[in-house]
């Protein structure tokens, strides 16, 4: 706590500020705003700490960000002639800039990685993430993200005596944490994971054999041990859950032998570069590598979805940051860049000014703040399903918009931010080329597009979750409509359409659904995630207008006048493409299931 | 000639034995069905020679793609020990990879280089490239674009004592020829550069002092020549035209001393990195680097533009094969992988089978096909024009959209490639990654999206072309429904109202402009930009589905049954679109202008 505080030196900006006295990592006002005055959507902090968290968080950001360019440049190296090498803890063969390690340990030891702890709410660590993560896509986020939810599932599931043991040294920092779901053979497909685990003598204790691929940070050399939460098959030929460790932890917590599993080459990734991505093999030298059970035989997956829930929180965050670091890079640029002749005037114009790169500055703002107040209400939902059972099924249902939503529209907005820069934007000059690499794994990582659409459209629409939210919807469209205010009124009803079309065409499709005919029902799925998402993002939108003219007093105050404009760009250029969607989705069309493979 | 024909050894696929026998890196079938059997739009070649070449092109693809990672992995370095070496013509800072030499000049030697002195049809020409550069996006296609568009300048403006000196060369491949117009303070805007020339006492001889920035191919250590078309401005301010070699040429053809010009760095892009991009100025040395006046002082803009219109063909192209070959390699890998189970059967299953992955492949043909198409259309007209002043108008009106809509389309259709592959995607495993950064700088290279728009909404609207364009769209609508053909028939009429659309709001936002308000007008550029590549896109794929029936005899094979399938998937899914954006720009949304800076 104390060494968390102690960073705290940053006094808080005046929204009239801006961003523009900012760095240009994250939009603390955006936060700020989004955090504390969009009550209907995200329970406000009320705790002390929160602010002072924050404070810190940009203190980190400010000192360290000027690492995160070396991360993508010097990627992971594989070096083989350590594969087999034992001599200590941290040997490794993967071997990471040196930086990264320096930055995760300022990470630690300034007390982020022990907030789980903290008993703070969800929106304000997810915050203190927006912020952190805007310079560390994966040198932090990506290593800190893990390790808690895998201290977080090893807290729920696992027996004392692995929490005794293993539990404080991932929040304290010591070591990190991984998911070990993926074989080359099954991606998406969890079920068809070969990975078998035989039980011991010792209760608990088992001998795992197999192959494990894609695990980020799956080996590095800068932690004394590592602890995978990994799937494999008990003898029944059921998924189960093991928390793996690459070394041996004795009873007085010292560290013993290496566990027998090898790292066999790092994956080489076009973005996200501050952590390792490897493919290795279990018990090659041996019966197996010692693996301990976590909750009961045949439970992993179930166990495994509590992570994934949350993982799935994190890469939309993830995309989200993306996002509006584009957007603050690019309107940074755009605001200082001179070219050209005004259209108007022919006098030379600071780009800004011309319509078509506010259109793209546009796009981005909308993007990904609408991304941003999208995660921030998962997190909030997230916090209330622990005592809501209503908000856990509103949750339910967003979590595969959650991950896909702002993965697919803040990458478009990374897009933009390229396109304002022009050939700055693709030179390593300019970071921009590095936040869209490192964007573009988000629409892959915890599961792709597909999958996230098979599972809204295929389970979650006939769940309690879509009715719940739908009510939601429409009681924020009646407080617009009860403003009265000119602004508002016009738009609630562009989201009341936008809603009643969503609630048809979720009706036409799951009627489809139900009538046997899965294939036609799926074949549009992807379209009907885009709906969806877009649908709700609108209602954020609008949310966040209601909450900027709720609190300016002065209707010049351009920060919140900037929120009601960014809305009304949304209504009218995004969420009006629901309209089109809808048609299409509505006609059932067939032309893709018909298609011959050979046609393709 | 001899060279060229030397290497034609690999016979003519037939249509049904398509792609999965072809090369990854070109779908021949397709090129060979846009080339000879679309006569409404591409005037199919007559000469003996396009088969030939194209089978040549194929052999050199099948013989050094392999090359082409290396190119991305190990981009131009910049050794600063080198910048003031003059020892030798081809010392240079700029180290390539060595390689990149091998394959141009194999280019070279297969005769490639000098196809243009052939007479060969444009379109075919286009087609060779469309070979070629699938493979090599940059380190064959960029070297070869630019050195023959260097050439053709030269022929067409200088004078025949340039021609003499420095045509032959640049044809034959011993020497590289460079577009240099944009400087740091002057890329979109031309009128701005600051290079200077001063006339000197020899008539055509100028000496020139000034800067360059974003020259591609500025320098390398391959040719003992680089020849420079370089825009700089003549004491009366206006902006010329002149020759700058890399090495003084002698009467005698032998190289003299070398030019005074510094190449001070290289730029580190995201794509395309098998060809250098400097920043570098002349005259630091001396009272000025060397230049020769092409055509006359103050009409260097226009000459330059006979240049860019072709350059605007390549950078279409380009994005096109980027977007074809996204498409071949995940349409492999989709064929191959087995993943997961049939949401019907439960049995494992390929993942082309599943509806989504199916989706993701058709977006990809369609973008792909349709931009390769318009590419070939633009070649074939860039040809007509020639003797036709109308198609000189049509092809005016389509170079915005030539130049705009495959590099943003087929970058979607890269992203789904990525996509199809999941993880696989985003590595260097596989190519996909290394296409989809490649084809980045599409959007950006000769003109940006914005300014394309501008051309486009703001002069090209106005001129003859739009009114022809029109006509020959709806000349194919008339042939469709004259077919009688039940899929043709509905297809046709979708193509009838995207057009209809498409001249109402051209008459709408043409009206604003005229009437003073230019901001409103050119608020929605890229949305109109974009519509109207759809529409023509849509035009393309009716005549595409249209010769597909005409020459399938048998109505199951399926190559021609897949074009009438994309056909009819872009009019369903993508040409739809057109109605929400006819909505919008119809509504002369003013979001974007009254939003004021602070509010971004």
Same mark, same amino acid.
């Given at each position: ?30 936060? /700020? ?8 959507? *995200? @329970?406000?902090?009320?705790?002390? +700490?929160? &602010? ?35 001599? =200590? ?6 071997? #990471?800039?040196?930086?990264? !390690?320096?930055?995760?340990? %300022? ?76 074989? @080359? &053979? ?11 685990? +035989?039980?011991? /003598? ?30 494999? $098959? ?34 080489? $990734? ?19 590598? +010692? ?15 509590? #992570? ?29 860049? !001179? ?24 796009? &981005? $703002? ?11 209400? %998962? ?23 959650? !991950? =896909? ?74 407080? %617009? ?9 016009? #738009? ?94 509505? =006609?059932?069309?067939? +032309?893709? *299931? ?7």
């Amino acid at each position: 706590m104390l060494r968390l505080l102690h960073n705290a030196s940053q006094p808080a900006l005046k929204s009239t500020q801006r961003r523009f006295l900012t760095s240009r990592f994250y939009d603390r006002p955006t936060l /700020d705003f989004l955090l504390f005055d969009n009550p209907a959507i *995200i @329970t406000p902090p009320t705790d002390a +700490t929160t &602010q002072q968290v924050l404070d810190s968080a940009s203190s980190f950001v400010d000192r360290y960000h000027h690492l995160d360019p070396l991360f993508d440049k010097f990627e992971p190296q594989f070096d083989p002639a350590f594969m087999n090498d034992r001599s =200590s803890p941290t040997v490794s063969p993967v071997k #990471m800039h040196e930086q990264v !390690k320096e930055v995760l340990d %300022a990470y630690s030891e300034g007390g982020f990685t022990a907030m789980h702890e903290m008993d703070l709410p969800f929106p304000s660590l997810t915050a203190v993430s927006a912020i952190t993560g805007s310079a560390f896509t994966s040198g932090v986020l990506g290593h800190w993200v893990l390790t808690q939810c895998a201290a977080n599932l090893l807290k729920a599931f696992g027996s004392p005596d692995l929490v005794a043991k293993y539990h404080e040294p991932l929040t304290d920092g010591r070591w990190t944490g991984t998911m070990a779901l993926s074989e @080359t &053979q099954a991606g998406s497909s969890l079920v068809d994971i070969s990975t078998k685990a +035989t039980p011991t /003598d010792t209760p608990g204790t088992y001998r795992i054999k197999g192959n494990k691929m894609w695990t980020s940070g799956a080996d590095h050399d800068m932690t004394e041990n590592i602890i995978h939460m990994l799937l494999a $098959k008990t003898p029944d030929n059921k998924i189960s859950l093991f928390l793996v460790p690459k070394s041996i932890v004795n009873d007085d917590g010292s560290l013993g032998e290496r566990n027998d599993y090898t790292i066999n080459g790092v994956n080489h $990734k076009m973005g996200c570069r501050g952590i390792s991505n490897c493919y290795w093999s279990l018990g090659d030298n041996s019966d197996g590598a +010692t693996g301990y059970l976590i909750g009961e035989e045949g439970k992993g997956l179930q166990a495994m979805f509590l #992570m994934m829930n949350e993982m799935r929180i994190h890469v939309g965050l993830s995309a989200a940051l993306c996002g509006k670091r584009g957007h603050l890079e690019s309107l940074n640029y755009a605001l200082e860049r !001179k070219q050209g002749r005004s259209p108007t005037t022919k006098e030379k114009e600071t780009i800004v000014n011309y319509a078509d790169v506010k259109r793209m500055l546009l796009t &981005q $703002k909308v993007h990904s703040e609408g991304a941003l107040a999208l995660c921030l209400l %998962a997190s909030s939902l997230a916090d209330s399903s622990k005592t809501s059972e209503e908000d856990k099924h509103v949750l339910d249902f967003l979590i595969p918009i959650v !991950k =896909s939503w702002p993965s697919e529209f803040c990458l478009e907005a990374n897009k933009w931010a390229i396109q304002v820069l022009g050939g700055y934007g693709y030179t390593s000059d300019f970071p921009l080329s590095q936040i869209y690499r490192d964007n573009r794994l988000n629409m892959i990582h915890e599961g792709t597009h597909g999958i996230q659409s098979l599972d809204l459209l295929g389970r979650k629409i006939a769940g309690p979750g879509f009715p719940l939210l739908i009510e939601r919807m429409a009681g924020c469209v009646e407080r %617009a409509a009860k403003t009265g205010d000119d602004e508002i009124v016009p #738009m609630a009803s562009h989201v009341k359409s936008a809603v009643e079309r969503l609630v048809e065409v979720t009706k036409k499709l799951g009627g489809v659904g139900k009538s046997g005919d899965v294939q036609l029902m799926l074949a549009n799925s992807h379209d009907y995630l885009n709906m969806a998402g877009t649908t709700v993002i609108g209602w954020l939108w609008l949310e966040m207008a209601i909450a900027a003219k709720a609190k300016s007093s002065d209707p010049s105050e351009s920060f919140l006048h900037g929120k009601v404009n960014a809305c009304q760009y949304f209504m009218i250029h995004e969420l009006s493409k629901t309209k089109h969607q809808a048609r299409l989705l509505e =006609s059932l069309d067939d +032309t893709v *299931i018909k298609t011959k493979v050979e046609e393709l």
